[in-house]
């Protein structure tokens, strides 16, 4: 593996952010696979450029490699590329072997694929046929591009965001047998959707089911409606509410033991969990350190009473916008 030199670390750098540029393009269609860009330089020059599209389709190595006009150059360049190339045979055959075979002597990787059929595995094939490989270029960019494929693959468990909706002095809702308080307003609502869209599972309490008659799905924007998953001890939702119509499949699980569901929606391919609460069931991801993203909504509304929200778990506050006059915050674990 490459040692770096301190005079081509910056243009690593530079060709390593277009990588990953390029990668979020395919943020709609990679999943379940990471999002991927490559980028092959020549003399300083960028000749092709590539990212993962569509999953089951060809990667951003094999993308690269087609877009360059000019193949001769290949055995003169350097491809670089935001994740691993893999080493297997998937619905793909693996870009380590094509880049081997297109005699392309530098490969500069942003970081290693946690998945176990490569992880470490392309790497070693290319050091093995000759290939100068330098691991780790901008590799906390890399990994953050793909969160919630790492946390999936690394800690066998989805990645989870814990969502809710708050007034301003830290209320979910109003007291008990009161009138239903609505914090969201229709711009801030299509963002919930539009997030929902990029879930795989969506997962709230049997109380909410009672009492709301949800339907979980992502009707106000364009994309498939994630797994419903209910956590329902008391056995009692009836066959008539949303929940249970053709729009999408339902999960009922009977108890509380949150490992436990969490490894059931590994083994079904959950790579990404949406809790969106209640309270009760927030508070017990929380409490058993199962969160990885946490959402608030803040309406500027005070309601001085009510059901108490989640307090934040200590996170790394990464961003805040304002939506009218809602504002949403986003940390991380």
């Not at 590539?50 to 690269?64: F, I, S």
């Not at 001769?72 to 893999?86: D, Q, R």
């Not at 795989?200 to 309490?205: E, K, M, T």
């Amino acid at each position: 593996m490459a040692i770096y030199n301190p005079s081509t670390l910056e243009n690593d750098e530079i060709f390593m952010r277009r990588c990953i540029e390029l990668a979020r393009n395919g943020v709609s269609g990679a999943a379940p696979n990471p999002m991927v860009g490559a980028v092959i330089v020549h003399n300083g020059r960028i000749i092709g450029e590539g990212y993962h599209r569509k999953c089951g389709g060809p990667h951003a190595e094999v993308n690269a490699i087609r877009s360059v006009r000019h193949p001769e150059l290949l055995p003169e360049s350097t491809i670089y590329v935001s994740l691993e190339p893999c080493a297997h045979y998937g619905k793909t055959p693996p870009c380590a072997d094509l880049i081997v075979e297109k005699r392309i002597p530098r490969v500069v990787v942003g970081c290693r694929d946690p998945f176990a059929k490569v992880d470490g595995l392309g790497i070693k094939k290319l050091q093995d046929a000759g290939c100068d490989v330098t691991v780790g270029v901008l590799e906390k960019e890399c990994r953050e591009l793909n969160r919630h494929f790492m946390t999936y693959h690394t800690h066998h468990r989805p990645y989870i965001i814990l969502k809710w909706a708050q007034s301003s002095d830290g209320f979910m809702g109003g007291v008990p047998g009161g009138a239903p308080v609505r914090f969201s307003t229709p711009l801030t609502q299509t963002l919930v959707h539009q997030l929902r869209a990029h879930c795989d599972a969506i997962l709230v309490g049997g109380g909410t089911v009672v009492a709301d008659n949800p339907s979980l799905t992502t009707r106000m924007w364009h994309g498939k409606n994630p797994l419903r998953v209910v956590v329902d001890t008391h056995d009692n939702l009836s066959a008539d509410l949303k929940i249970f119509n053709d729009e999408a499949e339902t999960l009922v699980w009977r108890n509380w033991d949150l490992q436990l569901l969490m490894k059931d929606l590994h083994g079904r391919k959950v790579q990404t969990l949406l809790v969106e609460g209640g309270a009760h069931i927030l508070q017990r991801f929380i409490d058993a350190g199962l969160w990885d993203e946490v959402r608030v909504e803040t309406a500027p509304c005070v309601l001085g009473d009510g059901v108490v929200a989640p307090r934040v778990p200590q996170g790394q506050l990464m961003r805040s916008a304002q939506y009218g006059e809602n504002r949403i915050a986003v940390w991380y674990s």
